[in-house]
């Protein structure tokens, strides 16, 4: 009874795919005013209920992993936050290379583009994203060099002071001397943690832009036929990509306000979307040329950020580090992590 009951289920819900695929492959460019399906006073409460329903999605996805904590076997010292990290960098990677630059090559190769313009003539979105890459690593790289020379500075005083000190101390008895003994394993633990919060932080403006972008659409959009399944699928794919997030929110050790500030930031991100949309949806036109070349770019630039700190500064750092170099079973359950989190949200690709 159960097994043809799902077969249907699975079939229904390929075809509200196809059609879905479909109707958006015809209504290309045209304002899809004769379009039966357009209907805007039914579709605002169902834009309303997936207000609701991908903000709470989107919660539940990026407190995920900050929960966990409280779990001893999510220790970071243990195995398992490795594991929960490497799926984490999976899912941030798999948005950069199956949403956002996919995304990207769409809009500024659009066929609504006029046929003579440049944009037609020119991979731009490869483009953007090549120099985006480029531009984070040398972000990356200087930001590390100033900060290395700043605390080798700090360091260097250190020891002169402490030299001084020693000889104040010898005479007088010092009670200066405190602080400055760890000066140097503090600024290397330091100097971890500040990336990891940096990462963090990056990366929430990188899935920023494609968050807001997809609910634009939804906002923006009357058409009832689509907008529940594109609800669903958008609540999936927050709950998804929060993971993602979460687990590198997790790594930073934010304090409990910015974490909080961050997890909301993070939530609200695709329900403004939502809201802007419907504010705009007068005016904003998904298929106009200003519009897709201001989100193509956006949107390009983004996935060569989100790429490059996937590879590099998520994955890369992992999987060279000591605690991953020390054992490779560990490695291939990490692999396997990182290849369930890209699987599944190059999946959600196929929605939104
Ligand atoms: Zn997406």
Known sequence: MAAPNSISKT?????ILMSFLCTKAFSQCEDATN???NNKSKALPLKIIGIAAILITSLIGVCLPLITRSIPALHPDRNLFVIVKAFASGIILATGFMHVLPDSFDMLRS?????DS?????PFA??????SAIFTLMVDSMATSLYTR???AIVDADGGELGEEQAVINGTGGVHVHGHHHGPLKGAIGEQLLRYRVVAMVLELGIVVHSIVIGLGVGAS??????????AALCFHQMFEGMGLGGCILQAKYKTLKKTIM???????TPFGIALGIALSKTYKENSPSALITVGLLNASSSGLLIYMALVDLLATDFMGPKLQGSIRLQIKSYAAVLLGAGGMSLMAIWA
């Open 35 to 37: 379009n039966p399906c």
């Open 150 to 152: 700043k605390n080798n």
């Open 263 to 269: 997890v909301f930031f993070f939530s609200i991100t």
């Open 11 to 15: 079939v229904s819900i390929l075809i």
């Open 126 to 131: 490869g483009f953007v994203a090549m120099l």
């Open 118 to 122: 440049p944009w037609q003539k020119f």
């Open 222 to 231: 009357n058409d009832v036929c689509t907008i529940k399944p594109l609800v």
């Open 111 to 115: 066929s609504c583009l006029p046929a």
